[in-house]
């Protein structure tokens, strides 16, 4: 391979000035012996300070950049543009979705996205999120058969089984936001926790008191797992429906988490008893805009004799096409 050999003294200088010039050769690495460095070239017919010699290096490992590269020999352009090759990866496990007319090459999908993201399982969405439990119907397509994962997130550790619970990596900004946002010794309450990545994250970060409710029992038995792997000792889990749940509550929360975007707006009437003077609704739900979360946060406020002030507005991720999954930070006072 043409390189141009460099006193080692000069070698970062030199190769930068090659790069520039777009002269060296990306596909070889760099070689050192003795005092000199070797410089990959791609051609030799440029004035250099330096002897040009033939050297033996290291080929670069090239890996793809993407999954639709890994599938240009098995599918065409037109099933690749209809693949979405976004995915979500929760610790050793990737979600995919696959369009109905590309389930027939499902195996070999499964198997690139295996390679790319180098993880040990692909499981394929089958279903929407149904049921008040909130979960979806999956397919293994690649790797390893063993649903139950551990993901790490922004310090914190949270177990859970993808089949038995809903978790969307894609919220972690969000999490993070909204326990940046805590204050000193609130009272808090998450009224469908899931496995508790938010009093998890929260619990981790801030001296707080927090009581997670959820619905599944799956759901609050990998949240009692995610306490004990996180070793924290603020957050008291409950598992049961929040209307039943909320009758045996403190009715004094600082702040109330209600990300349940499908649903979250048939609980706001209830959110208003347990909120505090002061205490902060962070509110999710599936739209097109503000709007309408903002006119149900106002309408739930007044049947109390409440008032709400706007604090804070997001779009936290798509949904669908044209319609978003956004959050609404409401401070209610009376």
Not at 42 to 69: G, H, W
Not at 137 to 144: H, R, Y
Not at 292 to 310: C, P, S, T
Request: positive net charge.
């Amino acid at each position: 391979m043409k390189s141009v050999k460099v006193p080692l003294k000069e070698l970062n200088n030199t190769r930068k000035k090659l790069m520039e010039k777009q002269l060296m050769n990306m596909d070889y690495k760099i070689k050192t012996q003795d005092d000199y460095g070797f410089i990959p070239i791609n051609t030799q017919d440029f004035k250099c300070d330096y002897e040009i010699v033939d050297v033996e290096l290291e080929a670069m490992k090239r890996y793809p950049k993407n999954i639709s590269e890994l599938l240009k020999d098995d599918l065409t352009s037109k099933e690749i543009e209809d693949l979405k090759t976004s995915f979500d990866i929760i610790g050793d496990i990737v979600i995919v979705e696959i369009p109905e007319n590309l389930e027939e090459k499902k195996s070999k999908i499964g198997k690139a996205t295996l390679e790319f993201t180098k993880r040990k399982s692909v499981y394929m969405k089958k279903s929407a999120i149904h049921g008040t439990i909130r979960i979806r119907d999956l397919e293994l397509i690649a790797g390893e058969n063993n649903p139950v994962t551990v993901h790490k997130e922004h310090g914190t550790r949270l177990k859970l089984n993808v089949e038995e619970v809903y978790f969307s990596p894609r919220l972690a900004t969000e999490r993070k936001r909204v326990s940046d946002s805590v204050k000193e010794n609130e009272n808090i309450l998450d009224m469908f926790c899931g496995i508790g990545p938010f009093p998890t994250v929260i619990a981790k970060n801030n001296n707080v008191k927090i009581t997670a409710v959820d619905i599944n029992e799956n759901a609050i038995k990998y949240l009692n797992e995610n306490i004990r792997l996180n070793k924290l000792h603020n957050i008291k889990s409950i598992c049961g429906d929040i209307r039943e749940v909320s009758k045996n509550l403190n009715k004094n929360y600082d702040r109330i988490i209600m990300n349940l975007p499908g649903l979250a707006y048939d609980f706001l009437d209830l959110a208003m008893t347990l909120i505090a003077n002061n205490g902060i609704i962070n509110y999710y739900e599936f739209s097109d805009s503000y709007g309408q979360g903002i006119e149900r946060l106002q309408k739930a406020a007044k049947k109390e004799n409440k008032k709400v002030e706007i604090l804070n507005t997001r779009k936290v991720k798509s949904s669908s096409p044209g319609m978003w999954h956004v959050a609404i930070d409401a401070k209610v006072t009376f």
